[in-house]
């Protein structure tokens, strides 16, 4: 026994007889997309590079007055790359219309993995204005983080200050009830003793002072300056190209589900019957099947009986050419017998009943006068 296969979908069927129309339209699609980056703005992206190094301002003073560098948190630095701050100071040495959040829109801040360095980049639809940009952004970092580290010597600069100079009135205070007591007593042997550890305090504020005064602030450098781009970056023909050959695609399909759809509606048409009887097809059998279809008196049979002949004559040939093509449908289907094959018994019939009236009317005598 042979294995049964389904018949295809139709929409299967449908993509076997028009698969060219995919080809075609995914070729004019990815056409259209290539064609349209050559009318895209173009944009050219310039990269510079900033090694962030610690400031030397980043500490925190102990009781002993000892310092100790933090490390840089290279998160944090990327952020402010891309703060207002730095913004409005590019904007500065840019000297542009444009706002510092517009300038913000076209830059790109990335950290290598295991370093310490800030790769910014800056798109722009001139090669000068990308690789100024760049620049701009670098050096604008740059200047902020040292503009921070200078306010960050400032504050611990003015609270070292402060501290030294309540030291030296602690010191004034005890130093006093030391030369005011009984030499020997317990009273000196305490004041004594506070003075020492006032004056290692102050020691200790004095040196730490000394080393802010001293110490450069270093915000880190530029390593690699602004590069100059050889071909835009955007738009890039290759994503264009695809995305115009799946937008054709979705076209083909869509024009092949059209052409599904109208062979569809033509098989229909083909298979449907007629809601009339088919002698109404031809002018000349609507007039034989009025001519028939009306009384007719006996004056008018006995007056031209022969001219009845034609008439039923023209209406049977009428009928079978009619009943031709319904009699190969029925053929072809056997289940449609009851529905394909009535009609046109009857349209016969009709013609077979109307001969025979008229047979014998012309056989019956006339009335007498």
């Known amino acids: 026994m042979a294995d049964a296969h389904p018949a295809p979908s139709p929409g299967y069927q449908a993509l076997l007889r028009w698969w060219w129309v995919l080809v075609v339209m995914a070729i004019i699609g990815a056409a259209a997309g290539y064609a349209a980056t050559t009318l ?23 009781t002993g007055g000892t310092r100790t560098a933090t490390a840089v948190n290279m998160d944090t630095e990327a952020a402010i790359m891309t703060s207002t701050s730095v913004a409005q100071l590019a904007a500065k040495e840019l000297n542009t219309t444009l706002t510092p959040a517009e300038l913000l829109k076209n830059l ?11 790769t910014v980049g800056y798109q722009d639809p001139t090669v000068a204005g990308a690789v100024r940009g760049a620049q701009a952004f670098a050096t604008a970092y740059l200047a902020n983080r040292l503009a921070s580290g200078k306010a960050t010597v400032a504050q611990q600069e003015a609270a070292l200050s402060a501290e030294l100079a309540t030291q030296n009135a602690q010191l004034v205070v005890v130093s006093g009830q030391a030369n005011t ?83 569809a509606r033509r098989a229909s048409r083909a298979v449907v019957l007629p809601s009339q009887p088919a002698v109404a097809a031809s002018p000349a059998a609507r007039e034989t099947h009025v001519a028939l279809a009306a009384p007719a008196s006996p004056a008018a049979v006995e007056a031209s009986p022969a001219a009845e002949a034609p008439v039923v004559e023209a209406y049977a040939v009428e009928a079978h050419a009619a009943t031709e093509p319904l009699a190969a449908a029925t053929e072809a289907s056997p289940a449609g017998d009851d529905v394909m094959v009535d009609p046109a018994a009857r349209i016969a019939g009709y013609g077979r009943s109307v001969g025979a009236q008229t047979d014998e009317t012309a056989a019956s005598p006339a009335p007498a006068p």
């Open 181 to 263: 007591a009984v030499a020997g007593s317990v009273p000196q042997q305490v004041a004594d003793a506070q003075r020492s550890v006032i004056v290692n305090s102050i020691t200790s504020i004095q040196s730490e002072l000394t080393s802010l005064r001293t110490s450069p602030v270093t915000p880190g450098q530029l390593i690699s300056a602004a590069s100059t781009p050889t071909k835009p970056s955007k738009p890039v023909k290759l994503l264009w190209a695809g995305s115009g050959a799946a937008l054709g695609l979705l076209l083909g399909a869509g024009i092949i589900a059209l052409l599904a759809r109208r062979r």
């Open 108 to 118: 790109t801040v990335t950290v290598p993995a295991n370093s310490e360095v800030l």
């Open 40 to 62: 895209a703005t173009k944009y050219y992206v310039s990269n510079a590079s900033v090694l962030v190094t610690p400031t030397g301002v980043n500490t925190q003073v102990s």
